[in-house]
Nanobody
Framework: VQLQASGGGLVQAGGSLRLSCAASGRTFSIYRLGWFRQAPGKEREFVAAINWNGGDTYYADSVKGRFTISRDNAKDTVYAQMNSLKPEDTAVYYC??????????????????WGRGTLVTVSS
């Protein structure tokens, strides 16, 4: 499975961005796809996840109500619509694919494949 994230950029606080993560390869094997982020000097943290087939979604408390994760199975693509962005959302955002049922959606070790990150910068 290969993952390609895109859509990052510079936005003012209160603005919006939509990230995309295009999956290729053995996409039929994907069980869940998640977004994580890593700010400078900080640990990588969970943002949101979606079940690839059922569509169940999960969010970190810090983004709940502002971010929406969705998928387009026909395009093998997952999106993160990010609204009401804050300077503390500034980070490199990574998408990741997990292949198996079980495990925690918010745990990086649950995910076997990772894409290269896309940088989101929110100015105050």
């Amino acid at each position: 499975v290969q993952l390609q994230a895109s859509g990052g950029g510079l936005v003012q606080a209160g603005g919006s961005l939509r990230l995309s993560c295009a999956a290729s390869g053995r996409t039929f094997s994907i069980y869940r796809l998640g977004w994580f982020r890593q700010a400078p000097g900080k640990e990588r943290e969970f943002v949101a996840a979606i079940n690839w087939n059922g569509g169940d979604t999960y969010y970190a408390d810090s983004v709940k109500g502002r971010f929406t994760i969705s998928r387009d199975n026909a395009k093998d693509t997952v999106y993160a619509q990010m609204n009401s962005l804050k300077p503390e959302d500034t980070a490199v955002y990574y998408c990741a694919a997990g292949l198996y049922y079980g495990g925690n959606d918010d745990y990086a070790g649950t995910y076997a494949y990772w894409g290269r990150g896309t940088l989101v910068t929110v100015s105050s």
